[in-house]
């Protein structure tokens, strides 16, 4: 489903646990790492398709999340042609994107990569709010980049010099450990047996650790 430029209708999703960091997964068998996507399909709405993704990429459900925020309008990217289909060539130019700030309000062991045949990730881990764009495919830089930009809005930072949002790194640092500032008043997301999220990097399988990556 093409819109009249061109542009496949798509959802983007930044996922948050309790200290602000988020879910940051790797693509199966590639040294990538991305935010879960994926198209709209004829007849849901963008928050229809959000939760559909969300469920198929990383095995969550609409009652492990709140949402906090949305995009106000469509974000676009180009795809280079050496990446689009032969037979399309001409008619696909992009995506554009409807992305959504959600909470976590689940364990980080009810996240399953496997839910699917066909996964998108085969590991995640929390990171910091301010990804790394040098390791997100070039073309979608720019969309990640105002993304993280407009929902930052969403978020209250503490007083200690971590909300960088004025400067959105473009270069790989290690990661922080959990921030010990609380949650905002009004916005903390308990999980279903009142356990607190935790920080971390877990594999496809529940109870797998991720080496790191450096």
Not at 118 to 127: K, L, M
Not at 148 to 159: D, H, I, K, V, Y
Request: proline share 7%.
């Amino acid at each position: 489903m093409l819109d009249r430029e061109g542009f496949r209708p798509n959802v983007g999703i930044i996922l948050l646990n309790a200290q602000n960091e988020v879910w940051w997964g790797k693509r199966v068998r590639e040294h990538s790492w991305q935010f879960p996507q994926g198209g709209i399909k004829y007849g849901e709405t963008p928050e229809q398709a959000m939760y559909r993704e969300l469920e198929e990429e990383i095995g969550l459900r609409a009652e492990h999340v709140k949402i906090v925020g949305r995009t106000r309008d469509w974000l676009r990217y180009e795809v280079p042609d050496h990446f689009i289909k032969r037979e399309i060539r001409g008619h696909y130019r992009g995506q554009k994107q409807i992305w959504f700030l959600l909470r976590m309000c689940a364990r980080d062991n009810d996240v399953n990569l496997r839910l699917t045949d066909h996964p998108e990730f085969d590991a995640w881990r929390w990171h910091e709010y301010w990804v790394p764009l040098d390791v997100v495919i070039e073309f979608k830089r720019d969309v990640y980049q105002r993304a993280l930009q407009e929902l930052s809005r969403f978020l209250t930072w503490p007083a200690n010099g971590h909300d960088r949002r004025q400067h959105g790194s473009r270069y790989l640092r290690q990661p922080h450990p959990p921030r010990p500032n609380p949650e905002p008043p009004g916005s903390t997301c308990a999980t279903a047996d009142g356990a607190a999220t935790s920080a971390g990097a877990v594999a496809a399988g529940p109870a797998e650790p991720v080496k790191s990556d450096g």
